[in-house]
């Protein structure tokens, strides 16, 4: 029989309930954090899902195009519908406008668009104890649009490819219990090939990155950006369908109700990332 050694045990006894007192005020610890975190959640926003939440969405869309070539002068008019999942609605829009032709490589335009059921910061709004999205479905925004797009061939990359930069001004008014006045600016760079057969054009696959910037409103000015790819099929010399798939991130201010209810406080979920997917039909005659 071993003798057993007092002193080995007593200090293996010693280091065993140190190491169960440790994990035991571990626990404790990350549950006090846990418990004061909670707490200050719902002291500091509402019990519902803010703006952001979830962190992920699906944006689903169509539209439909006409295009008409007059020379120098393209004339476009559209119609586009979107539904978002997040908050089960569609928001409509309907354009009209065209393109002229200054210089080779430059096309400048100018549009008006009707839009319905678009949502912006501050239709999160409070009802008694409840948050919730405005219905803005049945109000409209009118919004006018200068677009000034450079495009270029890029000769050292094989094929046929095109790069162009799409400058866009938006000026939007909408009727919220007054006149609220929003100024945009888009940027978005693009690089397309063109697969073309007997020199007739058979699909067209970019590649873009569109940055919204806010110019006088929320808390950035940066406030919306995402890549997305374009295939468009020719599917007959007066027929184009155009398909867009991409993602987005979108952040998100807090909105007037929750300013005035909590000063000091700011959304815990600012970032809201929707996926995009777009399908629409495009229809050019020529002459």
Not at 47 to 62: C, V
Not at 71 to 80: I, K, Q, T
Not at 138 to 152: G, K, N, Q, V, W
Not at 224 to 239: C, E, K, S, W
Request: charged share 20%; glycine share 8%.
């Amino acid at each position: 029989m071993k003798p057993i050694s007092t002193p080995r045990t007593a200090i293996c006894w010693t280091k065993t309930m140190i190491d169960r007192s440790a994990k035991r005020l571990l626990v404790v610890g990350v549950l006090l954090v846990l418990v004061l975190a909670g707490a200050s959640a719902s002291h500091h926003r509402p019990e519902e899902s803010m703006p952001g939440t979830p962190s992920f969405g699906l944006e689903a869309g169509g539209h439909l195009r006409l295009l008409l070539d007059f020379g120098n002068v393209d004339a476009l008019a559209s119609y586009a519908a979107t539904y978002e999942n997040d908050r089960e609605a569609v928001r409509h829009a309907l354009m009209a406008g065209g393109y002229y032709r200054i210089h080779q490589n430059l096309k400048v335009g100018a549009f008006y668009q009707l839009g319905l059921g678009q949502r912006h910061d501050d239709d999160w709004i409070e009802s008694g104890e409840a948050w919730f999205w405005r219905d803005t479905g049945s109000r409209f925004e009118h919004s006018f649009i200068l677009d000034a797009t450079p495009r270029f061939l890029v000769p050292f990359l094989p094929g046929d490819w095109v790069f162009a930069l799409k400058s866009r001004y938006e000026l939007s008014l909408y009727n919220e219990g007054e006149t609220v006045v929003r100024n945009t600016a888009l940027i978005r760079p693009g690089l397309t090939w063109f697969l073309i057969d007997d020199r007739e054009p058979v699909v067209n696959v970019g590649l873009a990155y569109t940055t919204y910037l806010s110019l006088d409103f929320g808390a950035t000015w940066w406030y919306r950006h995402g890549p997305y790819l374009n295939v468009i099929y020719h599917a007959t010399p007066f027929l184009l369908v155009d398909l867009s798939l991409g993602t987005q991130w979108i952040y998100w201010s807090e909105s007037a109700d929750f300013v005035d209810d909590f000063a000091d406080a700011t959304y815990d979920s600012p970032i809201y990332r929707p996926w995009t997917v777009n399908v629409g039909l495009i229809y050019r005659p020529r002459s």
